[in-house]
């Protein structure tokens, strides 16, 4: 599983969208994943909810929307490489309050440089999800501009 994963990172740097996204609810297996391949590659992987958290505090509520694309670029550049970035536990980009549609976010980072990332959900029918319906942070997108890699 991990040299398959390994593959689709070397092979997304040809591709236009470089985002590979590791599906899996919670408990599914994608820190253990995106940990394995961290090591192999020699990478860090970015724990995406506690870095961005600490970036954040200082910043105030009402423009942290306007700030979370510039500091996720400085959390790839910072802990990244020309290569590949990793990140994991995105959950925070689901916060309502932060008003952004994480599924996009992760695409446009991903523009200059592979970058794999977990994905907190499920992958039905060609579209992500994150959360229940009805849920505040309920997220549902279809898949365009990203390869899946299936962990469920």
Same mark, same amino acid.
């Given at each position: 599983? &991990?040299? *398959?994963?390994?593959?689709?990172? !070397?092979?997304?740097?040809? +591709?236009?969208?470089?985002?590979? $996204?590791?599906?899996? /609810?919670?408990?599914?297996?994608?820190?253990?994943?995106?940990?394995?391949?961290?090591?192999?590659?020699? &990478?860090? *992987?970015?724990?995406?909810?506690? !870095?961005?958290?600490?970036? +954040?505090?200082?910043?105030?509520? $009402?423009?942290?929307? /306007?700030?979370?694309?510039?500091?996720?670029?400085?959390?790839?550049?910072?802990?990244?490489?020309?290569?590949?970035?990793?990140?994991?536990?995105?959950?925070?980009?689901?916060?309502?309050?932060?008003?952004?549609?994480?599924?996009?976010?992760?695409?446009?980072?991903?523009?200059?440089?592979?970058?794999?990332?977990?994905?907190?959900?499920?992958?039905?029918?060609?579209?992500?999800?994150?959360?229940?319906?009805?849920?505040?942070?309920?997220?549902?997108?279809?898949?365009?501009?990203?390869?899946?890699?299936?962990?469920?």
């Amino acid at each position: 599983m &991990l040299e *398959r994963l390994r593959e689709l990172t !070397e092979d997304a740097a040809t +591709l236009k969208s470089k985002l590979i $996204l590791v599906v899996a /609810s919670a408990g599914g297996g994608k820190t253990d994943i995106l940990s394995r391949l961290a090591e192999s590659e020699g &990478l860090p *992987r970015v724990n995406v909810g506690i !870095e961005l958290s600490r970036k +954040l505090l200082p910043v105030p509520s $009402l423009q942290r929307s /306007s700030e979370v694309m510039s500091l996720l670029r400085e959390l790839m550049d910072q802990n990244g490489s020309e290569r590949c970035a990793i990140f994991d536990n995105i959950e925070i980009l689901f916060e309502e309050d932060l008003r952004i549609n994480p599924f996009d976010v992760l695409r446009k980072l991903a523009h200059a440089r592979p970058l794999v990332a977990a994905w907190p959900g499920e992958f039905r029918d060609g579209r992500l999800t994150y959360a229940r319906t009805g849920h505040r942070e309920h997220c549902e997108v279809p898949l365009d501009g990203a390869v899946v890699f299936e962990l469920n």
